[in-house]
């Protein structure tokens, strides 16, 4: 059987490149699991966009995501969720096992908006047959090189999740800063950061003057309660505001 598609209008949400490209420095949840109340608390904490994932394990929060199969319940009502919230919706399609086309159309007639994927997993035909916009993560051993060809090769953001797992939940420094900045300018493309370090709401000043476009809230940051999402997610919506 194959599956089957239900077209939402995605012009009636917020897009997260309309908002990247109007310079609004969105906020963009990384959600710990795909639950509904996860969402609406993120939605509650004032998210511009929502992340959910597939086939991984995610390391920040612990959480084994399954395949598109299983998580398809889930998405859908997210999907609606979001939908009436006019928030935009994202997807990290796998590492391992990568989400196939078929299953990313389905996505995409749901509301989806873009895809985020490391480089080294992203399939090179999803940069050519494109059902949702592509936002590549480039890892900590990347090359400054490899930001400058991302426009070349079709890519539509980069998500910055350069900070070694061994460094996860320290401080953010004038160091990543610097780091942040190189791939700005390298790329000239819109730059997400995701908080693997423990950014902080005052630390948002400094990572908009480094060139950053976007912060991406997740785990390390947020937890992973309702009440510590929406908490976290409220007090760098004041200070984005601000």
Known sequence: MGIGLTCYSVSAMKTLFALLQEELFPLI???PRNEVELVRAAIDGGADALKVHLNCEHRASGTRFGAFAEERESLEAIAGLAREAGCALGVMPGSDTF????ELQALAGMGFEFLDSYA???????LTVRPLRTMVALPPDHDVMEARALRRIGADALEASIVPP????????AG???????????SRL???VPTQKKVQPEDLPALRASGVSSLMVGAIVTGTTAESISESLS???SARDQ
């Open 29 to 31: 949840a990384s959600l």
């Open 99 to 102: 989400a196939s086309l078929q």
């Open 120 to 126: 080294g997993d992203l399939p090179a035909s999803l």
């Open 166 to 173: 061994d460094q996860y939940g320290q401080d953010l420094t």
């Open 176 to 186: 990543d800063l610097l780091k942040y900045a190189a791939l700005a300018g390298a």
């Open 190 to 192: 819109p730059v997400i």
């Open 235 to 237: 007090r760098f919506r």
